[in-house]
Every structure is written in C-alpha cells, then in structure tokens.
Nanobody, 122 residues
C-alpha cells in the first residue's frame, strides 16, 4: 500500500512558523523526488518546494524562497517543510507528493497525500 500522510498544519499569526511533516510508506518513498504543493480556495495547485533523494538538490517556488526550507530523513521515510515568516497569502491546503524524476511540474508527481490545512491570520 502506498501512502503519504501530512501533518503539522494549523493556524498561526503572520510572522509565525510551522513545520509540516510527510510520512511515506510503500513505494512512494522510493521515488527520487519529494515535493510540497499548496492550493488556496479558487486557485490552482502551486509548486512550493522539492527535494532530491540525497537531499543535495532543492528547489523553491518564488513566493516562498528564503522563508521555507525542505528536508528529508530517509531512514524515517519522512519529508519536512519548515515554514518561517508566514504570511496570510500562505494560507492553503498543503500537499506532499512524490515523483519519479527531478521536477517541479505538478502532473509528473504520481503519489499524493490528502493535504493539511495551513491558515495564517493577519
């Protein structure tokens, strides 16, 4: 069974921090690339960040550069997204996903979690 389960979402005031976790099981964590996406109401799903299998390569969306940090712990089959200096526009459902190659393209990711809500109030 393939599963990606996100946790760590919640409500925070602007300027605050949250750390999201994504626990993977089955074949999903064998994917070389793990990514985070987000979707706000009425908007398309947006790329947030990706990390390679070794952790040596990372990529961030322009809107989160310098504020978010992605990391992974392969022995624990877990990917993290540390979110600092949060803004109200970061409010969205955040999804963890896995891809068979290095990419930021949503459609290449073939395993997805159910999402966790992040709400940032001003």
């Amino acid at each position: 069974q393939v599963q990606l389960v996100e946790s760590g979402g919640g409500s925070v005031q602007a300027g605050g921090s949250l750390r999201l976790s994504c626990a993977a099981s089955g074949r999903s964590f064998s994917r070389p690339t793990m990514g985070w996406f987000r979707q706000a109401p009425g908007k398309e799903r947006e790329f947030v960040s990706a990390i390679s299998w070794s952790g040596g390569s990372t990529r961030y969306g322009d809107s989160v550069k310098g504020r978010f940090t992605i990391s992974r712990d392969n022995p624990k089959n877990t990917v993290y997204l540390q979110m600092n200096s949060l803004k109200p526009e970061d409010t969205a459902v955040y999804y963890c996903a896995a891809a068979p190659r290095w990419t930021a393209v949503t459609t290449v990711y073939d395993y997805w979690g159910q999402g966790t809500q992040v709400t940032v109030s001003s």
